[in-house]
């Protein structure tokens, strides 16, 4: 089982690896689905670790004893363990990966409307600082695809813009894409009223340092 994905530019690097799954027919996102799929990838796929995901701002560091698991309650997850692919799931909620490479710290965070709201992309950055030592500027932060105006009432990518600005993070970067507006290469809970499958959205911090390695069909921006 492989799906079609999406790379980021300012993720592509011999430290890290990550994908954005895009819409594919008969692809349900369970999780037997994505092990196969970060099979194919070359991501070690028994070493998944989800967040439960509850439309809040909390935030969970995870080591190798979350392997596999789905940590309650988190909306985003956060390590310094090598191979260990943190995993979120969307459809329109913007999906946010964060990277540190001076202390080699990554974080995945689900902000929705909610999450937002919260402020999870702040509370994703001071649990690095506060945790690994990560300092801010060093941090890049980037927003893969969401819903956005004129599809939804709040711009959600434009909030999480000004916040990661408050908080000094100036290597915040948005693929401005708009989930809801092509249902042929995204989900969207709101244009589909519920009825809809999700996108994974997973990164990993790699054992050692390669190319970072393509399957199936892979769109860059």
Not at 20 to 34: C, D, V
Not at 47 to 73: F, L, M, Y
Not at 194 to 215: D, I, K, Y
Request: glycine share 4%; charged share 20%; hydrophobic share 35%.
């Amino acid at each position: 089982m492989t799906a079609n994905y999406q790379l980021f530019p300012e993720l592509v690097s011999k430290q890290i690896q990550h994908l954005f799954t895009l819409r594919q027919k008969h692809f349900a996102s369970t999780r037997e689905n994505l092990a196969h799929l970060l099979r194919a990838c070359q991501f070690p796929h028994d070493q998944i670790v989800e967040a439960e995901q509850t439309h809040g701002s909390q935030v969970a560091v995870v080591d190798q004893k979350h392997r596999h698991t789905t940590v309650p309650i988190v909306d985003g997850l956060i390590t310094q363990t090598a191979d260990l692919s943190l995993v979120i799931r969307a459809a329109d909620c913007g999906p946010l990966y964060f990277f540190d490479p001076t202390k080699k710290v990554i974080a995945v965070a689900h902000s929705g409307k909610k999450g937002t709201e919260q402020n999870i992309l702040k509370q994703t950055v001071m649990a690095m600082v506060e945790t690994y030592q990560s300092e801010i500027s060093h941090i890049l932060c980037v927003l893969g695809p969401c819903i956005r105006p004129p599809l939804y009432e709040v711009d959600i990518a434009k909030k999480m813009a000004a916040q990661a600005q408050e908080i000094g993070l100036h290597q915040f970067y948005d693929c401005m894409e708009n989930t809801g507006a092509d249902l042929n290469r995204f989900y969207s809970y709101r244009m589909e009223k519920g009825n809809t499958e999700r996108h994974f959205a997973v990164l990993r911090l790699r054992s050692e340092p390669q190319p970072n390695l393509a399957c199936s069909k892979q769109e860059s921006l």
